[in-house]
């Protein structure tokens, strides 16, 4: 009899067994053996099921044996042949398919191929295109009509102009998420006057909304300081506004905004206070603070 110590063996001996105690969250080579002495029945069973599976494995051998020897010698071979050993006893689906799709020629019908051409000893043979190639390019085919009657007869797909028109809203959708986001960062560090006619209107009507009660209609001055002329008391720059705007003059009666605008309402507002600048508005409040020329400003204005 062959030895039972076959792969299955060293199989379920050295990968299965490791693997069943590993899982055990036993990690150590000790604890594996210390838990292999504690559980000698599991480990018995292991070998017992193992040498099971060597004995149906080598009796399925042997039937196999049997078979290819009663073939090879029903075919007037002799089993013990060299060339036997090359002998397919049963071809393989996968092999057949192969040959089907690759369109192979045996080699005894290749005579009926060559076209009688011979460079250095390769001979040019009249071979037709492989199916595998041909089902494909039929595929392609048929694909191109279901495809051009999927979007252009029928309402399911959409128009090459209604997917550009859908590509267009999603970026819209992502430009508007990504402003808001861009604009909740804006601070008194990084903040650019605005030149949008439509965001300067917006600024206006916040002005109007909460700023006018104190700076006046035209920003002209009241209670807080005429914003139309060049003199600023905390800075003309936009950042300097942006920064009043933004944390107040809390004992001077200016209001800290950020709790009331977002970043991007602030900047709106504080943009359309430079374009005040030099409006000289009715009833002006006298001229506060220093004097700021935007020509001589070392901040640069983007
Ligand atoms: C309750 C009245 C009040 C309101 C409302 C108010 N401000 Fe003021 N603001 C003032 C006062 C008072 C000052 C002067 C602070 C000081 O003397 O330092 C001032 C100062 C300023 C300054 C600085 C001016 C300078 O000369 O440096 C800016 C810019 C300004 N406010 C913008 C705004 C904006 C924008 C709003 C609306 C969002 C607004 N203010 C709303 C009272 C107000």
Redesign the pocket.
Known sequence: MKSYFKSTHLLVTFILLPLFATSQKVSVLDDALNWAFNNIFIVATFLLIALVFGKLWGTMNDITEYHRKAFLIAKGIDPDAPEAKEVVLRESWISKLWTYAAGLVPKEKEQDLDLGHEYDGIRELDNSLPPWWLWLFYFTIAFSAVYLYYYTFTDKGPRQAEEYAMEMENAEIQKASFLKLQANTIDESNVEILKDAPLLAEGKA??KA??A???GNEGQGT?????TDN??????TIN??FK??KY??IE????A?QTQ?NPAA?QK??SY?TTLAGTSPPNPKAA??ELYDPSQSTVIEK
Do not use: A, Q, R
């Open positions: 916040i002005f909460n700023c009660v104190c700076h209670i807080g300081p005429n914003l003199y600023w008391k905390h800075g003309g300097d506004i009043v705007v107040g003059v001077k009666g200016m209001i905004w605008l602030m507002v504080s206070i506060e603070g």
